[in-house]
Antibody
Framework: EVQLVESGGGLVQPGGSLRLSCAAS????????MGWVRQAPGKGLEWVAT????????FYVDSVKGRFTISRDNAKNSLYLQMNSPRAEDTAVYYC???????????????WGQGTLVTVSS | QSALTQPASVSGSPGQSITISCTGT?????????VSWYQQHSGKAPKLIIY???KRPSGVSDRFSGSKSGNTASLTISGLQAEDEADYYC??????????FGGGTELTVL
């Protein structure tokens, strides 16, 4: 069974930093594109970032470019999102998600974690 | 990186059918057959219910179906049931190697 468990969320001040983690199990982590999707309170889903199997390809939504960094450690079956200089508008539940098994490109997310809440406030 | 356009809300009675539209552009919905639909119940994580425009993952009811014409994709739910009440989101792969989501549609089963 695929399991994705996020951690690291909490309260962070604007301009601070926070690192989200996602522990993956139940599948061959190193074979999958992975990504982060967020959902602001009462709002819709927003794709944040995606990373290739070996970490060589990374894509970001324009609003986080230069501030957030997606990374992975295949030896630890873990995905990360380093959030630097967060803003109030980054407040959201952040979901870790697995891209489809047979997909060469990151065209969809087949499995999702339960999410971790990040609140950016002074 | 624009969001796809969905109606904010739809409603239907048990047993009826409803359709949710998802309009994009020639750089996303119109460019690829990589449209997906997700169901999200309140307080829960999203769940994939349709992928590649019209395919259903194992375990998803055949009451859910998808289609696409040009830059607009659609999700149809037939034989509405109370458990279908949820938020529904479309997404599409884009020519920039990103993913675009729709704004979401709240389905109310009357």
């Amino acid at each position: 069974e695929v399991q994705l468990v996020e951690s690291g969320g909490g309260l962070v001040q604007p301009g601070g930093s926070l690192r989200l983690s996602c522990a993956a199990s139940g599948f061959t982590f190193s074979s999958h594109w992975m990504g982060w999707v967020r959902q602001a309170p009462g709002k819709g889903l927003e794709w944040v970032a995606t990373i290739k199997q070996d970490g060589s390809g990374k894509f970001y939504v324009d609003s986080v470019k230069g501030r957030f960094t997606i990374s992975r450690d295949n030896a630890k079956n873990s995905l990360y999102l380093q959030m630097n200089s967060p803003r109030a508008e980054d407040t959201a539940v952040y979901y870790c998600a697995r891209v489809c098994t047979t997909c060469y490109y990151p065209v969809r997310f087949d499995d999702w974690g339960q999410g971790t809440l990040v609140t950016v406030s002074s | 990186q624009s969001a796809l356009t969905q109606p904010a809300s739809v409603s239907g009675s048990p047993g009826q059918s409803i359709t949710i539209s998802c309009t994009g552009t020639s750089s996303d919905v119109g460019a690829y057959n990589y449209v997906s639909w997700y169901q999200q119940h309140s307080g829960k994580a999203p769940k994939l219910i349709i992928y590649d425009v019209s395919k259903r993952p194992s375990g998803v009811s055949d009451r859910f179906s998808g289609s696409k014409s040009g830059n607009t994709a659609s999700l149809t739910i037939s034989g509405l049931q109370a458990e279908d009440e949820a938020d529904y989101y479309c997404s599409s792969y884009t020519s920039s190697s990103t993913l675009a989501f729709g704004g979401g549609t709240e389905l109310t089963v009357l």
